[in-house]
C-alpha cells in the first residue's frame, strides 16, 4: 500500500483498515511540510521526498550490514554505490565509488554485465535502475527494493538446479523463466542468458 492510498476515502484493503486510523494525530509532517501517515514513519524506506524525515533517527546503524549517511539514515551496505542517492541531500553513498559497478551515461545507468545486477523499478524508468553486486544476490533480501517484479531474488533456488525445462539456469545459481532468454537484455549477472542466441 503506496501513502497516498490510505486516509483517502477509499478503502483499499479488504478489511478497511487503510481507511481506519485517519485522525490529525494519525499524520506526521515531513519537511517540507507534506504530511505521510505515521505507519510510515521508521518503515525503513524513505517517504518524505524532500529530506527522508520518517527515516531518520530510527534506529542504530547495523554496524556490518548497514551505511549510516551523513543525516543518520542507515541503508542497506547494498544500496552504497548502487547508482542511486539514498543519503539526502548530497548523495555520499554514491561519492567515493568503483565505478566498474555501472556507469551513467545522459542521466541513465549502465550497470556492468557482470560486476552487478541491473534491478529494474515500476514504472520501468532506467533512470531509476539499482546496481546490485553479486554477493548481495539470493541473500533473501529485495535489495532491488522493487516489489516482485525482476529483482536479485528473482529465480533463486537452493539446489542450484532449475525444477523444469520450463526454465534455464544462470551462472549466478538462479533460474530464470525461458521467455527471459535471448530479450535482447542481461537477467543473469553475468548476462548469459542473451549468449548463443543465433541459435534460437
Ligand atoms: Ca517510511
Ligand atoms: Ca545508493
Ligand atoms: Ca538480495
Ligand atoms: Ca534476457
Not at 534506529?59 to 543525516?71: D, I, T
Request: hydrophobic share 20%; net charge negative; with cysteine.
Amino acid at each position: 500500500m503506496r501513502p497516498g492510498q490510505v486516509c483517502d476515502g477509499i478503502m483499499d484493503c479488504k478489511d478497511g483498515t487503510d481507511e481506519a486510523q485517519c485522525r490529525e494525530e494519525d499524520f506526521r509532517e515531513c519537511g517540507s511540510g507534506s504530511r505521510i501517515h505515521r505507519s510510515y514513519w521508521c518503515d525503513g524506506w524513505p517517504d518524505c521526498q524532500d529530506n527522508h524525515a520518517d527515516e531518520l533517527h530510527c534506529w542504530e546503524c547495523h554496524m556490518k550490514l548497514e551505511y549510516e549517511c551523513p543525516n543518520s539514515r542507515c541503508i542497506s551496505v547494498s544500496n552504497v554505490c548502487d547508482s542511486q542517492c539514498d543519503c539526502v541531500p548530497d548523495c555520499e553513498d554514491e561519492s567515493n565509488c568503483n565505478h566498474t559497478l555501472y556507469n551513467s551515461i545522459q542521466g541513465s545507468t549502465l550497470c556492468e554485465v557482470g560486476s552487478s545486477l541491473t534491478c529494474l523499478t515500476y514504472n520501468l524508468d532506467r533512470s531509476q535502475d539499482r546496481c546490485i553486486a553479486p554477493q548481495y544476490i539470493c541473500d533473501q533480501k529485495n535489495d532491488c527494493h522493487n516489489g516482485d517484479i525482476l529483482n536479485d531474488e528473482f529465480g533463486c533456488v537452493l539446489s542450484g538446479v532449475c525444477p523444469s525445462t520450463s526454465h534455464f539456469s544462470c551462472s549466478d545459481g538462479r533460474c530464470m523463466p525461458n521467455h527471459l532468454r535471448c530479450d535482447h537484455k542481461p537477467d543473469c549477472l553475468s548476462g548469459d542468458d542473451e549468449e548463443h542466441c543465433s541459435m534460437y
